[in-house]
């Protein structure tokens, strides 16, 4: 299984960034994909989630600024970040693990057992 993200970079406070994650080789016809992010002396957190048929999750302090969504045709997943704020500021990167993570009450890092390299996102004031 490999998942690689892109679309990082920096930004300036209030602008919008799009994270894009493509999935391969998982042989399960569903899984959960969700976006994680982990800024310097920080734990990981998560971020958004998404299953195969939809269902959504988001960390509070993103809802209403940021959207996941999915192309299952070609195995790819977007995280729009929208009015991005310096506490944004991290390395997000994309997790796959069994559909039934997606339905947990949290985000636990533990339960995913793929994971892309990260892509950078630094928002400045």
């Known amino acids: 299984v490999q998942l690689v993200e892109s679309g990082g970079g920096s930004v300036q406070a209030g602008e919008s960034l799009r994270l894009a994650c493509d999935v391969s080789?998982?042989?399960?016809?569903?899984?959960?994909v969700a976006w994680f992010r982990q800024a310097p002396g920080k734990e990981r957190e998560g971020v958004a989630r998404?299953?195969?048929?939809?269902?959504?999750k988001y960390a509070e302090s993103v809802k209403g600024r940021f959207t996941i969504s999915e192309d299952n045709a070609n195995d790819t997943r977007y995280l729009q970040m929208n009015r991005l704020t310096p506490e944004d500021n991290a390395q997000y990167y994309c997790?796959?693990?069994?559909?039934?993570?997606?339905?947990?009450?949290?985000?636990?890092?533990?339960?995913?057992?793929?994971w892309g390299q990260g892509t950078q996102v630094t928002v400045s004031s």
């Open positions: 998404i299953s195969k048929y939809g269902t959504t």
């Open positions: 080789g998982y042989t399960s016809s569903s899984y959960c």
């Open positions: 997790a796959a693990g069994p559909r039934g993570v997606c339905y947990s009450r949290t985000f636990d890092p533990r339960n995913y057992d793929y």
